[in-house]
């Protein structure tokens, strides 16, 4: 699936909702410590191609190591539905899991050793935008 689509999503309970433009339906599975316990599923998109509808006040941070990255979260339920990432940050990274619907199988998925994040992370910066 190649078109531009809008998608909306949100936390479980609901009080952070957003709206993502996908131009590119390829989503990233890293094996990092961080990315395996919260079962994220990566869909980097610029910053203009994301807006967040509802919740802003509910969202709060966890970060680490570098403390680049920030791991944005609802305080409510705990879901980690999107954040800004190290390896882009300048643009938001979506959990697919938390797309509105049954729509993962419109992605195609690409493994990322994320474990080597240091040795493999200029190949991840090449594949998207």
């Not at 699936?1 to 989503?27: D, I, L, S, W």
């Not at 509910?58 to 800004?84: D, M, P, Q, W």
Request: hydrophobic share 30%; glycine share 6%.
């Amino acid at each position: 699936m190649n078109e531009p689509t809008t998608y909306e999503g949100g936390c479980h309970c609901g009080a952070v909702r957003f709206q993502v433009k996908v131009e590119k339906h390829e989503a990233t599975d890293c094996n990092c410590s961080i990315c395996t316990k919260k079962g994220f599923l990566h869909l980097i998109v610029p910053a203009e191609n994301f807006t967040l509808l509802q919740g802003e006040d509910e969202l709060t941070t966890y970060t680490f190591n570098t403390g680049i990255a920030k791991h944005i979260f609802c305080r409510v339920c705990g879901i980690h539905s999107f954040y800004r990432p190290r390896s882009h940050p300048d643009s938001f990274d979506v959990n697919v899991h938390c797309l509105d619907g049954e729509v993962e199988e419109r992605f195609h998925i690409v493994p990322f050793d994320g474990r080597n994040w240091e040795k493999n992370i200029e190949q991840l910066r090449s594949e998207i935008p």
